[in-house]
């Protein structure tokens, strides 16, 4: 089978498109041939290999892991023998390592069913950001109906969904955008959006009482003004693993000291949240948007236009 695999660390001249041995499932593992997969920014800090100090994790000369890519749709072909849920034609979707390629192998508790109407280029891009999305409003943001919300990079994988979702519990959304991306971000459900080109949303007169910061290109200091005295913060983006840290230390400091709460989470994988994204996909409540669909083979010309960071919603790639 094809698949995408790099051995060093770098830029998308690395990732290499070869033969390789399909894998054979484990027992309680499925086989799922892909149909479609979509890209996170993760994908791209991998193969740059980050930071210096994340090498101790990622691989001090070259990569531990040799295959990229996390969200997939597709047809299961063969199950392991202590495998209960699924069966050969089954059409699931899910996350797991190595989704770059044309067939991938893991736990079954990686996937969940895939809704019958929703397409499996849809299904591909709920996993990562869908599950970032819903996780940052619900589960850490602690949403509510008549809430003032705001999502920092509207436009993206992450904010895309967040924008349709936080509608959908009944929230008076606001999206911070660049300008070419005003009029989608609309479509998609914000009542309100900002031009960030023109307009600093932290210099405002608007106060919210939730935040999803998908960027993290304002400091703590700026969120605070223009959050109301209990609201929240929750920031699931960062300018690298620095910055990242710079901002988990000041939020776990911040939020002790004052009304405010501020956090930074990554998202995990649970099947409950996987499932109920599908369903609202399938009853139109949320509709993934789409940017660009690449082939396998195309996934270094994919890596380069998400990594110059302009992508609307999701990069796809789809099957040969």
């Given at each position: 089978?094809?698949?995408?695999?790099?051995?060093?660390?770098?830029?998308?001249?690395?990732?290499?498109?070869?033969?390789?041995?399909?894998?054979?499932?484990?027992d309680?593992?499925?086989?799922?041939?892909?149909?479609?997969?979509?890209?996170?920014?993760?994908?791209?800090?991998?193969?740059?290999?980050?930071?210096?100090?994340?090498?101790?994790?990622?691989g001090?000369?070259?990569?531990?892991?040799?295959?990229?890519?996390?969200?997939?749709?597709?047809?299961?072909?063969?199950?392991?023998?202590?495998?209960?849920?699924?069966?050969?034609?089954?059409?699931?979707?899910?996350?797991?390592?190595?989704?770059?390629a044309?067939?991938?192998?893991?736990?079954?508790?990686?996937?969940?069913?895939?809704?019958?109407?929703?397409?499996?280029?849809?299904?591909?891009?709920?996993?990562?950001?869908?599950?970032?999305?819903?996780?940052?409003?619900?589960?850490h943001?602690?949403?509510?109906?008549?809430?003032?919300?705001?999502?920092?990079g509207?436009?993206?994988?992450?904010?895309?969904?967040?924008?349709?979702?936080?509608?959908?519990?009944?929230?008076?959304?606001?999206?911070?955008?660049?300008?070419?991306?005003?009029?989608?971000?609309?479509?998609?459900?914000?009542?309100?959006?900002?031009?960030?080109t023109?307009?600093?949303?932290?210099?405002?007169?608007?106060?919210?009482?939730?935040?999803?910061?998908?960027?993290?290109?304002?400091?703590?200091?700026a969120?605070?003004?223009?959050?109301?005295?209990?609201?929240?913060?929750?920031?699931?983006?960062?300018?690298?693993?620095?910055?990242?840290?710079?901002?988990?230390?000041?939020?776990?400091?911040?939020?002790?000291?004052?009304?405010?709460?501020?956090?930074?989470?990554?998202?995990?994988?649970?099947?409950?949240?996987?499932?109920?994204?599908?369903?609202?996909?399938?009853?139109?409540?949320?509709?993934?948007?789409?940017?660009?669909?690449?082939?396998?083979?195309?996934?270094?010309?994919?890596?380069?236009?998400?990594?110059?960071?302009?992508?609307?919603?999701?990069?796809?790639?789809?099957?040969?």
């Amino acid at each position: 089978m094809k698949a995408i695999v790099y051995r060093e660390f770098g830029s998308p001249d690395v990732l290499r498109y070869e033969e390789v041995e399909r894998p054979v499932p484990a027992d309680n593992e499925v086989l799922i041939q892909v149909h479609a997969a979509s890209l996170n920014p993760i994908d791209w800090r991998l193969m740059r290999g980050g930071p210096l100090v994340m090498r101790f994790v990622l691989g001090l000369f070259s990569p531990r892991l040799k295959r990229t890519g996390r969200d997939v749709a597709g047809q299961v072909v063969a199950v392991g023998r202590k495998v209960t849920h699924f069966k050969p034609g089954d059409e699931v979707f899910g996350a797991c390592s190595g989704a770059l390629a044309e067939y991938v192998c893991a736990s079954e508790r990686a996937f969940v069913p895939k809704p019958a109407n929703v397409t499996f280029e849809q299904a591909a891009s709920i996993p990562v950001a869908g599950l970032t999305a819903l996780q940052g409003l619900r589960d850490h943001g602690h949403i509510q109906a008549g809430q003032r919300v705001l999502i920092n990079g509207a436009a993206g994988g992450v904010g895309t969904f967040a924008v349709q979702m936080a509608k959908w519990f009944g929230a008076h959304v606001t999206g911070v955008c660049s300008a070419r991306n005003v009029d989608m971000v609309r479509s998609i459900g914000a009542d309100r959006v900002i031009d960030y080109t023109r307009e600093d949303f932290t210099k405002d007169t608007q106060r919210y009482d939730l935040i999803l910061d998908c960027m993290g290109n304002h400091s703590l200091s700026a969120y605070r003004r223009v959050l109301t005295p209990k609201g929240r913060c929750i920031i699931a983006g960062a300018k690298g693993v620095w910055g990242g840290l710079r901002l988990v230390l000041g939020a776990f400091v911040l939020s002790r000291f004052v009304s405010q709460k501020f956090g930074v989470f990554i998202s995990k994988l649970n099947k409950e949240h996987l499932t109920l994204i599908g369903e609202l996909v399938e009853a139109g409540k949320i509709t993934p948007v789409i940017d660009r669909r690449y082939t396998l083979s195309e996934v270094p010309e994919a890596m380069r236009y998400l990594e110059r960071g302009h992508a609307r919603g999701k990069v796809l790639i789809v099957a040969e």
